[in-house]
């Protein structure tokens, strides 16, 4: 059985930026506040007319172009997404048909900020199974479009953009384990409450938007968190020093600073981009992947913890040599 190995990295934030000053101007809410309880400082959003598929297009071409992959190579795609931009066809065909790929398997999973782990552990196992020789895995989001503008609790903590990755078969190294969980029972802590099922004419404006109690979601997140990482080096046998790089999603400075914490890393060995993209929901996982990979900071050989919690509850974890 081969490795799944992540051979190019891509993303795209929407041009249109929101700061916390801008927010000030639309919910009872200060820069500080935001700042000192979530790390965040802006973040951004699609424009009007702009779709999750047109944010997944741009980083896809990117990641097929670091990894030197034809479109036509592609043999499966799998796309994380809470927005989709139609009921059906999933956001994974449409892109298909952006990217002028035709016959391969594609099609959409929904773990919401755990879906691009969902998304590369299902990827992973096509590949190590011998399904799929070179997949493309995208997180992508428009989660604006799910926020209730007038709740300070929840619309200045997301934003908008998409990461992309290429994995390929390779006998030598690539992705060590992925670990995917989720429990149901938490579902009224934070959901979206209306569904299709529901029937249509039942949307309004409030159904139709995030809820969320905050700070229990925040207690669960952290202890949920503390507990994968002992699970993923343990299946691993491997010790906390180990890893090079924590690719954390991006919720809130201070879960990812608990998590830095309980691995004894220090935030130099961390990605963060929660202070420049907000939670991005399913993308925020491969677009801070994209970031380190671009700037130099995560070279070829070295150990990556990739971790998010979410929506579902759901929550999982990948360990891989990049
Ligand atoms: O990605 C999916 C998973 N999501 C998360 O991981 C998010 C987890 N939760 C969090 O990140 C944090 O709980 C929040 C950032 C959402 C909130 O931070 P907190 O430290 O847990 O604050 P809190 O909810 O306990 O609220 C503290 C106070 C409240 O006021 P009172 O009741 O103490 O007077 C809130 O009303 O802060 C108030 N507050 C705000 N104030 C200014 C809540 N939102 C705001 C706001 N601006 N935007």
């Given at each position: 059985?081969?490795?799944?190995?992540?051979t190019?990295?891509?993303?795209?934030?929407?041009?249109?930026?929101l700061?916390?000053?801008d927010?000030?101007?639309i919910v009872?809410?200060?820069?500080?506040?935001?700042?000192?309880?979530?790390?965040i400082e802006?973040?951004?959003?699609?424009?009007?007319?702009q779709?999750?598929?047109?944010?997944a297009?741009?980083?896809?071409?990117?990641?097929?172009?670091?990894?030197g992959?034809?479109?036509?190579?592609?043999?499966l795609?799998?796309?994380?997404?809470?927005t989709?931009?139609?009921?059906?066809?999933?956001?994974?065909?449409l892109?298909?048909?952006?990217?002028?790929?035709?016959?391969?398997?594609a099609?959409?999973?929904?773990a919401?900020?755990?879906?691009?782990?969902?998304?590369?552990?299902?990827?992973?196992?096509?590949?190590?199974?011998?399904g799929?020789?070179?997949?493309?895995?995208?997180?992508?989001?428009?989660?604006?479009?799910?926020?209730?503008?007038?709740d300070?609790g929840?619309?200045?903590l997301?934003?908008?953009?998409?990461?992309?990755?290429?994995?390929?078969?390779?006998?030598?190294?690539?992705?060590?384990?992925t670990?995917?969980?989720?429990d149901?029972?938490?579902?009224?802590?934070?959901?979206?409450?209306?569904g299709?099922?529901?029937?249509?004419?039942q949307?309004d404006?409030i159904?139709?938007?995030?809820?969320m109690?905050?700070?229990?979601?925040?207690?669960?997140?952290?202890?949920t968190?503390?507990?994968?990482?002992?699970?993923?080096l343990e299946a691993?046998?491997?010790?906390?020093?180990?890893?090079?790089?924590l690719?954390?999603?991006?919720?809130n400075?201070?879960?990812i600073?608990?998590?830095?914490?309980?691995l004894?890393?220090?935030?130099?060995?961390v990605v963060?981009t929660?202070?420049?993209?907000?939670?991005?929901?399913a993308?925020?996982?491969?677009?801070?992947?994209?970031?380190?990979?671009r700037?130099?900071?995560?070279?070829?050989?070295e150990?990556?913890?990739?971790?998010a919690?979410g929506?579902?509850?759901?929550?999982?974890?990948?360990?891989?040599?990049?």
């Amino acid at each position: 059985m081969s490795f799944a190995r992540i051979t190019g990295t891509g993303g795209y934030l929407p041009e249109k930026v929101l700061t916390n000053h801008d927010l000030e101007k639309i919910v009872d809410t200060t820069d500080q506040w935001i700042r000192e309880r979530t790390g965040i400082e802006k973040r951004h959003i699609a424009l009007e007319g702009q779709t999750t598929v047109d944010l997944a297009e741009r980083a896809s071409r990117q990641a097929l172009e670091m990894a030197g992959v034809k479109p036509e190579d592609i043999d499966l795609i799998v796309v994380a997404t809470t927005t989709p931009d139609r009921i059906f066809p999933s956001t994974a065909c449409l892109l298909q048909s952006r990217l002028d790929i035709h016959g391969c398997a594609a099609f959409d999973v929904q773990a919401v900020c755990t879906g691009f782990i969902y998304a590369l552990g299902v990827a992973e196992k096509f590949i190590k199974t011998g399904g799929s020789k070179k997949a493309l895995v995208v997180g992508a989001e428009t989660f604006s479009r799910l926020l209730n503008w007038e709740d300070r609790g929840t619309c200045v903590l997301f934003g908008d953009g998409a990461g992309a990755v290429i994995l390929e078969a390779d006998d030598e190294t690539g992705i060590l384990s992925t670990h995917l969980h989720a429990d149901g029972d938490y579902e009224a802590l934070l959901r979206v409450p209306f569904g299709v099922s529901q029937g249509m004419e039942q949307m309004d404006d409030i159904n139709s938007k995030v809820e969320m109690r905050g700070n229990e979601v925040f207690k669960m997140a952290v202890n949920t968190l503390g507990r994968i990482v002992d699970e993923t080096l343990e299946a691993n046998n491997m010790e906390k020093s180990d890893i090079d790089w924590l690719v954390p999603h991006q919720a809130n400075i201070r879960i990812i600073q608990a998590t830095a914490r309980k691995l004894k890393m220090s935030l130099d060995q961390v990605v963060v981009t929660v202070n420049e993209h907000g939670n991005t929901s399913a993308a925020s996982v491969p677009l801070a992947l994209d970031v380190a990979v671009r700037d130099g900071r995560i070279k070829k050989g070295e150990m990556l913890l990739l971790e998010a919690f979410g929506g579902g509850f759901t929550w999982g974890s990948a360990l891989l040599r990049f």
